[in-house]
């Protein structure tokens, strides 16, 4: 669950501005000011327009309590409201139109319409929830990797799982460095960002989704939410 949830979080911050300027009526402090400028700079930077946005990306899992630390690589492949994402044993794809979620490690294969899609992994309902629930704030600039990034905390105004994601932008270019997820129990969930490419070339092959494919083969369980 934690996975799917953060993975999503990361398309928000990627596919549009994380946070509107409709805020609650209070006091807006100049480094909450700062801090939506510096993401909506950010998601700015990596709109896909009419090209594909190719993310290679390291996720890591740490936990004090659970003695847990556990990283591994992904991809993500992203056109407008389509994408591919592969981790682990998990695949996501949208056409635009479907939405199917392959569990290879237990054979299982889900698919729905995207509009149906719960919360947790629909991109346009999870913008709509950051842009209105969460506030952001500019805490401090800091070296990482040889880069000087800004560190900018968005803070859910309800509590939830996660109380806060940090988010590292590239204080030259306003690149997306990494985000970080923290929950109440002292784990944390970071996906850094290692390479982005942009190509006016599409992969359509990424997007589709072959129903037909997964039905036959013997060894996947087709689950059909539509």
């Known amino acids: 669950m934690f996975k799917n949830l953060f993975i999503s ?12 300027n409709n805020q609650q009526e209070r006091h807006i402090t100049r480094y909450e000011v700062k801090g939506q ?13 009419n090209d594909v946005l190719r993310i290679d990306f390291t996720y890591i899992i740490e936990s004090d309590e ?6 591994n690589t992904g991809k993500t492949f992203l056109h407008k409201k389509k994408y591919n994402i592969l981790m682990d044993d998990y695949l996501y794809i949208s056409d635009g139109h479907l939405a199917l979620t392959f569990l290879k490690d237990v054979g299982e294969v889900h ?5 149906n899609v719960e919360q947790s992994m629909n ?17 401090r600039e800091e070296n990482y990797n040889s ?14 799982a996660f109380f806060k994601y940090r988010v590292a932008v590239d204080s030259k270019n ?11 129990h002292g784990g944390t969930y970071k996906i850094q960002i290692d390479e982005i490419k942009r190509s006016s070339e599409i ?24």
């Open 9 to 20: 979080i990361v398309l928000i911050l990627i596919i549009s501005p994380l946070l509107s």
């Open 147 to 160: 880069k000087i990034v800004y560190l900018v905390d968005a803070i859910p105004n309800e509590p939830q």
């Open 174 to 184: 306003h690149e997306l460095v990494f985000i970080k997820a923290y929950d109440r």
């Open 37 to 49: 400028e510096i993401l909506k700079k950010a998601s700015e930077k990596m709109k896909t327009g």
């Open 123 to 139: 991109p346009a309902q999870l913008l709509d929830d950051f842009k209105s629930h969460y506030r952001a704030k500019l805490i």
């Open 66 to 71: 659970n003695d847990l630390y556990d990283t």
């Open 203 to 226: 992969p359509e092959e990424k997007f589709e989704i072959n129903i037909d494919k997964y039905k036959k083969d013997r060894d996947i369980d087709f689950i059909d939410l539509r």
């Open 111 to 115: 698919v729905n319409y995207l509009e």
